[in-house]
Each structure stands twice: as C-alpha cells, then as structure tokens.
C-alpha cells in the first residue's frame, strides 16, 4: 500500500511539471530599424534563461512559442546594437527597434583565440568594412575602395593607368627584399595577390627589386583587383597579434579577411547595377604659351624662320595643348553588375555577374573585366553543411608606357623633348 501511495504521488507531480512545460503562449512581432519603418531581417531573437529563439522573415516579421508569464527577448544583428525586450505576461506581440551600430561594436570578428567574438571584446584592434560602405561609390578596384576606410593603412596607386596596380602597407615596410603585401583570404582560402608584370620595364629602362613590386615601374596589376566589389559581403582587416595567431608568420604584413555574399532562407532577391560615364584629365601640369613675337624669336635660335613659326602658332590658333591632345580620351566606361540572392533552411545560393570596362584618357589604354560568381550552400541532414564557392574571372589591361622612364618614351618625355 505504501509503494503504492508513492506511485501515485510520483504520478501526480509528472502530471503536473508537464502541464506546466506546456504552459506556452504565441508571441509575434516585427522587427525595423530606429527612425524608419525598414525591416531588419535575419534578426536573431532568443528567450533569455532558455533555448527558444528564431530569426525574422525578409519583412521583420517574426513568430515563437514563449513560456507563460513575464519573459525577456534578446534581440541582436550584424550592424545594429543588441537589444533585451522585456515582454508582460499578458502580451501577445512584441514590435521592437533595433539603433545602427555605428562604432560596429557588434560586429563579429575573427580572432586568434576564438572562432569569432564581438568586436567589443576583442583584444586586438580588427577593422571592418562592409559591403554598403565599400560600395556607396564606384571605384575601379576594390583596394581604391579600401583607401580611408581603415585606419593607419597606406594605399596607394602604383600609377594613374587603368586597371589597379594598388600597393596596400597595413604594417609599414617589413623587409628590403621582401614583398610587404599583406596576407589576402578570400571565404577562409588564402589566394595569391601575385602581379602580372607586362614588361614594360625592359622598354623603359627602369628596375625593380626582386620579389617586390614595392619598387616595380611595369604597372603590374595585383590579382585582388579581379574581384567584383559587388559579391563582397564584408572585409575584415587584422594588423595585431591576432593575425599571426592565426596565420603564423604568413600575417607578418597583416592579413585583409575577405568574404563573399552567400544565399539566405526568404524570397529571391535582384539586383541590378548600371553605371555609365567617362573618365577626365584632372590636372595638366602646364605648358608655357608663347606670343608670337616671343615664338618667332625662340624659333630664330633654334633655326626657324618666321613663316615656319606662324604656320605653327596658326596650326593650333596660338597654342598647342599637347597634355590634352595625349590625354584627352573620353571613350564611354561602363559598367554592369546582376545578382540573385535567396534558398531556403536547406538551399541557400547567390549568383552574379559583371561586365566592366573603364576607358583610359590616353589613346589604346584602357580595363576591362567580366566576373561570373556562384556561392551554394547545402544542408546535409541536421549535423553536416556543404559550401561551394566557384569564381570565373577574365581580365584585359592595357596599360600603356607611362610610369618612370629612363629612355625617353613615355608621354611626358617626348612632349619636353
């Protein structure tokens, strides 16, 4: 009888913790952005003290089943300060808002000790740029976009030819001989930023140091300006300890942590880019302009005669512009850039392409570039996730002879000649 009245009691108090487990309610709400009614989507929403959460739909929406009673919902995404939402025990509907986080103190990093961390916590100094920022204006490569957003990097434009040739210093010189290029991963697979020198340097008489392009004068252009600006999702710059703590001494330079756009669950996203426009002379250095009075006398002592003079003075109405001449190229630069975004829980996948051509100002000069990108991910079962990242790039530069010459070829030198 004793065992019995246990038994009974045993079954009493199972009946009663679970219809307690069982005492949930349906929360809903939305989710937008301080000061306007834009929808922060993949939002992370969890209940504090347990394991529930969700994130929110492409329109902020989102949905749970919460424990009865006064709960506390913590909400937090990329690029906008986290935020804890006490919710009454009476409430079915939370709308909450979320403030940008301008500082980025939010944003996950990479560091040596962790997989990632928020930047807040971080011990190391880790810049980040995202792909709005790098994109807001257009720029011929993605290192020309790079150039004021970190801070104590030194990019620089080996030339004003088309195409790159960009030389990016995170660290300072760290060898003589040596390359000072900072370390390029590209979705966590280090890639080469070799330049492809033309050749130019036997024609113009100039030299560089072996394995250095810090002193080349071929107007190489560097393999990281082949990517589309467009695929990137952000850019993470590590110059500390943090670096070599994952890369080893590879990172003695820094290392530039790039990664692409990957599909998310939701509806298909477009997006089209069309950019047309022509590229100028931004400044002439100046030539000086001769009266023709003051030409004829020139001409005299360098055996002309007058009426050679003034054919000259009249064949460009009293003066020869011969920067503008040279450099006065206007052909039509224009570029293209499609992509699809979207999947499902299982199936998420993003695809693009771009058509690129910037037209030099000097003549037979000029970058052109077509880019096809596809990023797939694949959930297999509960435990295992599949990625690909496939990437099919052509690029044609035409450079030009117009960086430092000894022999006298390059533009400048023949007009002073």
């Known amino acids: 009888m004793h065992k019995f009245r246990q038994l009974v009691i045993g079954a009493v108090f199972l009946v009663l913790a679970s219809s307690s487990a069982d005492a949930q309610r349906r929360l809903t709400g939305r989710v937008t952005a301080t000061g306007s009614t834009e929808p922060v989507s993949t939002a992370q929403i969890l209940v504090v003290g347990t394991a529930i959460g969700t994130l929110t739909s492409e329109d902020g929406q989102f949905a749970l089943n919460v424990p009865s009673g006064p709960v506390t919902l913590r909400v937090r995404r990329v690029g906008y300060r986290s935020k804890d939402v006490p919710v009454a025990a009476d ?82 010189v760290t060898s003589i001989n040596g390359a000072s290029d900072p370390l390029y991963v590209v979705d ?15 024609i113009l008489g100039a030299s560089s140091a072996a394995g250095s392009n810090s002193s080349s004068q071929d107007n190489g252009v560097n393999r990281i300006a082949d990517l589309n600006p467009n695929d990137i999702e952000s850019i993470e710059v590590l110059k500390g300890a943090s670096a070599s703590a994952i890369y080893g001494s590879k990172a003695a330079n820094g290392v530039i942590i790039i990664t692409t756009k990957s599909g998310q669950a939701g509806r298909t996203q477009f997006n089209v880019t069309q950019r047309v426009g022509t590229f100028d002379l931004s400044n002439k250095m100046g030539t000086r302009r001769f009266t023709l009075d003051e030409a004829i006398a020139y001409g005299a002592g360098v055996g002309m005669t007058a009426t050679e003079v003034t054919d000259n003075f009249n064949r460009c109405n009293g003066f020869c512009d011969h920067e503008e001449q040279m450099f006065g190229e206007n052909e039509l630069s224009y570029e293209t850039a499609l992509s699809v975004r979207g999947g499902n829980q299982n199936t998420k996948y993003f695809a693009s392409g771009l058509v690129k051509y910037d037209g030099g100002i000097q003549e037979n000069t000029g970058y052109a570039k077509q880019s096809l990108r596809l990023n797939l991910n694949q959930n297999v079962g509960s435990k295992f996730n599949v990625a690909v990242n496939t990437n099919v790039i052509h690029t044609l530069t035409r450079r030009g002879l117009s960086n430092n010459d000894n022999v006298n070829v390059t533009p400048y030198f023949v007009i002073g000649s």
Not at 191 to 196: K, Q, S
């Open 91 to 172: 409430a079915s509907e939370a709308n909450i808002t979320l403030d940008r986080d301008v500082l980025q103190l939010e944003t996950q990093v990479v560091t040596g000790q962790a997989t990632r961390i928020s930047n807040i916590n971080a011990a190391n100094d880790v810049a980040v740029v995202t792909g709005d920022q790098l994109n807001k204006v257009p720029t011929p490569t993605i290192e020309n976009a790079l150039q004021g957003k970190i801070a104590g990097a030194q990019i620089y434009a080996n030339s004003g030819a088309p195409g790159g040739g960009m030389q990016v210093r995170l660290r300072g």
């Open 188 to 202: 966590g697979v280090i890639v080469g930023n070799d330049v492809l020198q033309p050749g130019t340097n036997a």
